[in-house]
């Protein structure tokens, strides 16, 4: 969202007059300005002492830092997928389907190349993870990268549909009488990796939420 001029040149004039942010804040929303109006115009200047205010860097969408969290993110669903599949196989075969035909092969298939992925994006997975944190250690303004925080919000959004989803199918199939110990655990997995990843970058946006 671009940030009206005339409330950022507001916003500067306040706090250079010794303004606090709780009144700026509460000021501008009795004018009528939203919420996310307010925080954007405030977060525009760095929350110090110094005057005149500090802007902060504008972040721009750059080729690199998009391949990066691309890349990032590319792995982590595709370590996610083939982390359940894994699990998945396993339960197959510990707990198989007496009228399934031929399962046990294809169940083993299925398991060779859950792991052959999973010991190629793991990796990868962490490496980029590393990377970009020491990238932000170096440079805390890359914390706040379009190409992050979009992409971050997307592996919220996936998260969330595929836990939502995985508690909808359970909750019909135990209605219609076709809920197993097998389609249970299987159940449980994909939910424990959708929340894991839900609840790794809500954290994440919540720590950038404090830093602002």
Not at 16 to 45: H, N, Q, V
Not at 193 to 207: K, T
């Amino acid at each position: 969202m671009s940030v009206d001029d005339r409330l950022l040149q507001f916003v500067h004039d306040a706090l250079s007059a010794g303004r606090s942010r709780e009144e700026i804040r509460a000021t501008l929303a009795e004018a009528g300005w939203s919420k996310p109006e307010i925080t954007e115009s405030l977060d525009a200047f760095a929350a110090t002492d110094f005057a005149p205010p500090v802007p902060r860097p504008r972040q721009h969408l750059t080729a690199r830092d998009t391949f990066l969290h691309l890349l990032l993110f590319a792995s982590l669903c595709f370590v996610a997928f083939n982390l359940v599949s894994l699990v998945h196989g396993i339960l197959d075969l510990a707990l198989p389907d007496p009228t399934a035909d031929r399962e046990e092969r294809y169940v083993t298939d299925s398991i060779r190349w859950s792991i052959a992925a999973l010991l190629v994006f793991t990796p990868v997975y962490a490496w980029m993870t590393h990377y970009i944190r020491r990238q932000i250690r170096r440079d805390v303004g890359q914390r706040w990268s379009p190409a992050r925080k979009w992409l971050t919000y997307l592996a919220l959004f996936g998260a969330a549909l595929v836990f939502f989803g995985d508690a909808v199918y359970v909750i019909y199939s135990f209605l219609t009488g076709e809920a197993t110990l097998r389609f249970v655990l299987k159940a449980l997995t994909v939910a424990l990796v959708s929340g894991a990843i839900f609840a790794f970058y809500l954290r994440d946006i919540e720590e950038r939420a404090d830093e602002r």
